[in-house]
């Protein structure tokens, strides 16, 4: 994906996520492929001595017409929290691909309670 940005707060840059986030944000773009601004940002919440730190991935996912968010909060493995992340993103472009396509659901203006005889 060209237009990526990562971001990374509380911890230091990793080549070896920045690696795992372009692979999946490759994902994503073969899964969408008008997606034209993507913004990844890891950050550390809270670091404890006995619990351990703290992660958040937020992915802000722009296509046409619409800006989509997704968030995975409080995860000890930043890792497990990215892949959630983008879990949670896959789903919601689904989702939006289908509302494009016009599978969505509708309602009849009937209600069951109007039986006629």
């Known amino acids: 994906m060209d237009n990526l940005q990562i971001t990374y707060r509380g911890m230091e840059h990793s080549p070896a996520m920045d690696g795992r986030i372009r692979e999946l944000a490759d994902k994503l773009e073969e899964f969408h492929p008008k997606i034209t601004r993507c913004h990844i940002v890891v950050d550390e919440l809270v670091r404890h001595k006995t619990k351990g730190n703290l992660f958040e991935v937020r992915i802000d996912l722009h296509v046409p017409g619409r800006e989509i968010v997704a968030t995975h909060q409080q995860h000890e493995d930043p890792y497990q929290a ?9 789903r919601q472009l689904a989702e939006d691909a289908r509302m494009a396509r016009g599978d969505v659901k509708t309602h009849t203006d009937e209600r069951g309670d109007n039986a006629r005889p």
């Not at 990215?82 to 896959?90: I, K």
């Open 82 to 90: 990215m892949t959630s992340a983008f879990d949670v993103m896959y």
